[in-house]
């Protein structure tokens, strides 16, 4: 397995969780990686991305002030901390690593490795 997600649950809405998404890969440094999620009965959908180095990162608006990623290149994993969560926020989330040399972060064709996912269930 070469990414490995984990951290979901149930929680309330108002509620936090942080994803962790383990790489067993080499080079995990050299890669921007992203979050992906999708809900039932609807198309993934990006959430966020971290440039290799952790220095940029990127949003959809739908997250944008609530939900953080960050790496730890250290480690080899990227995380994704969810705050003041939603009901719309339910779905399973995937990490995902970037293509080399994809201009774009926020579409899932620019990403080649994927994790299994781990699902997320926020209760109003």
């Known amino acids: 397995v070469q990414l490995q997600a984990c951290g979901g649950g149930l929680v309330q809405a108002g509620g936090s969780l942080r994803l962790s998404c383990a790489a067993s890969?080499?080079?995990?440094?050299?890669?921007?990686m992203g979050w992906f999620r999708q809900a039932p009965g609807k198309e993934r959908e990006f959430v966020a991305a971290?440039?290799?180095?952790?220095?940029?990162?990127y949003y959809a608006d739908s997250v944008k002030g609530r939900f953080t990623i960050s790496r730890d290149n250290a480690k080899n994993t990227v995380y994704l901390q969810l705050n003041s969560l939603k009901p719309e926020d339910t779905g399973v989330y995937y990490c995902?690593?970037?293509?080399?040399?994809?201009?774009?972060?926020?579409?899932?064709?620019?990403?080649?490795?994927w994790g299994q996912g781990t699902q997320v269930t926020v209760s109003s």
């Open positions: 890969l080499r080079t995990f440094s050299s890669y921007t």
């Open positions: 971290i440039s290799s180095s952790g220095g940029n990162t």
């Open positions: 995902a690593r970037r293509r080399t040399g994809t201009a774009t972060y926020y579409q899932g064709p620019s990403y080649d490795i």
